[in-house]
């Protein structure tokens, strides 16, 4: 004689297998696989944040001959209005080239900065440095025209380090693509 719980098992599985297929059981089992490997490749966020905000005063090594607007090591300077990160300047790169040791990640984020000294805006690419662990030397966190996270290709607060280059974050730099017409 069947127990009460073997014939609600076998009532629940045979009315399940009458109400699907092999093939749709297979492809929703295809489908959460394919979801769950994707989740690697998402932009996450970076890690630090109230850590940074405390050395954000550090700021790095002032050069008293330069405005603060034109110093590419300082988080005031013109280019850097839409960055969020540890500035590769401070890092031992520059604030256009990666620090030795690290790669730039082939994709980015975009901002439009106004240079003061001539009054033109221009249209600035920042790129994630990656391959070493974060520099943790003058941060910076401007938000000028960010926009929400649905628009990703306009955030600057997420690790850019995916598409092919190690996923550790370690400084950001900024590229000057064209001038705003």
């Known amino acids: 004689m069947n127990s009460w719980f073997d014939r ?28 769950a490997a994707a989740v690697p490749l998402l932009p996450v966020m970076r890690g630090g944040r ?3 905000d405390a050395l954000k005063a550090a700021g790095g090594e002032r050069n008293s001959d330069l405005p603060a607007w034109n110093d590419p090591k300082v988080c005031d300077y013109w280019a850097y209005c839409a960055t969020d990160g540890w500035l590769c300047s401070g890092c031992g790169g520059s604030a256009s080239k990666c620090a030795p040791g690290t790669e730039a990640s082939p994709v980015s984020w975009i901002g439009t900065c106004k240079n003061p000294g001539d009054g033109k805006s221009y249209v600035i690419s920042y790129n994630d ?40 974050y370690h400084c950001t730099v900024s590229r000057l693509m064209s001038v705003v017409e």
């Not at 440095?129 to 955030?155: D, L």
């Open 50 to 52: 109230a850590e940074a």
């Open 8 to 35: 609600l098992f076998e009532s629940s599985a045979r009315r399940m297998a009458s109400r699907s297929s092999r093939r749709s059981f297979i492809g929703k089992v295809a489908t959460v696989i394919a979801g």
């Open 129 to 168: 440095c990656c391959g070493k662990s974060q520099c943790q030397s003058s941060y910076c966190s401007r938000n000028e025209g960010e926009t929400p996270r649905y628009r990703p290709q306009r955030s600057n607060a997420i690790t850019w380090c995916y598409g092919g280059v190690s996923s550790t």
